[in-house]
């Protein structure tokens, strides 16, 4: 029996990739729970790009994202690496604590009871 060699595959390494730790999803998820509890939230995405890592919000699948939760480590000295993203475009909150930052998705829950 004998061996043939298909040729060799490039060795490149993979693409530096910026992705969410255990610890962040774990804060990220708490915060989705308690919303899809609450009725505001149904589905959620994530991506890992090359420069940031994003956590899109969606109140039905097939629509634009109600929110988005970004990641950009490069921004972590000058505006925070982290980010709430409304469905406008327009960043509602910036840190380098994501729970402070995730405050402002937080304020959507209270609401006064009758």
Known sequence: MSYQ????????????????HRTELSVILSLYGRMVAAGEWRDYGISSL?????????????????YRIEKRPKLRDRQGQ????GMDGQILKRGNDLKTVLRV????????VE
């Open 5 to 20: 060699s298909l040729g060799s595959f490039p060795t490149q390494p993979p693409m530096d990739q910026v992705a969410f």
């Open 50 to 66: 090359r420069d940031l890592a994003v956590f899109s919000v969606f109140r039905r699948t097939a629509e634009n994202p109600l």
């Open 82 to 85: 982290y980010a709430v993203v």
């Open 105 to 112: 998705l937080e304020r959507k829950l209270i609401r006064a």
